[in-house]
């Protein structure tokens, strides 16, 4: 259930995690707590916080949460929908629909399973393709040589053998099988 006006934060309780809410926003907070540090000793309130987030290299956020005396570390992401839509299905993931790992608002997200996730990155143009890869041994005119040589009668293993690859790479371009987007 999405929420009236996406620019309202709401709060809902965290799955899982009784003391802690998460946000339509993406932000996570304690609740206020009771708190008794020595057997005898007085109690004394423990006032709930926004939790400070942990941003990995890939962009993504992290909290550490705290339950029976063991810390985890969650992506916010996964308790926003765990809390305003659902618990994953059985192989479902979440995905970003800006792209940006760091935007963990509601309206943001979504579960869709990895091969739906891949071709949504895939028709926005997010994967990069031929010698934008940054793992390509061949660029477009090595390409366009490959085809034009096989199309004049050399063999697939001469023209590897020329180009320094391996005869398969050669037969995957010739037959389509790989770079065929490059005209």
């Given amino acids: 259930m999405a929420i009236q006006n996406p620019t309202a934060e709401e709060w809902r309780a965290v799955v899982g995690h009784p003391r802690y809410e998460v946000s339509s ?18 109690r004394f309130l423990k006032p709930g916080r926004i939790l400070s987030p942990c941003r990995l290299r890939n962009g993504y956020i992290l909290v550490t949460m705290a339950m029976d005396g063991v810390l985890t570390r969650k992506p916010v992401h996964h308790l926003v929908l765990c809390a305003f839509v659902r618990p994953p299905e059985r192989g479902e993931e979440c995905d970003h629909k800006d792209f940006n790992p760091s935007n963990n608002r509601l309206d943001n997200l979504r579960w869709m399973t990895h091969l739906e996730n891949v071709q949504h ?25 490959i085809r034009e040589r096989h199309a004049g009668g050399q063999s697939a293993a001469s ?19 790989t770079w065929s987007h490059v005209a």
């Fill in 121 to 145: 990155s895939n028709a926005a143009g997010r994967k990069p393709r031929g010698e934008r890869s940054g793992v390509a041994k061949l660029d477009n005119g090595k390409i366009r040589f």
């Fill in 25 to 42: 926003l993406g932000r996570v907070r304690s609740l206020d707590m009771m708190v008794q540090n020595k057997p005898g000793r007085r």
């Fill in 159 to 177: 023209i590897a053998r020329e180009l320094g690859v391996s005869g398969s790479a050669v037969w995957y371009v010739v037959t389509g099988r």
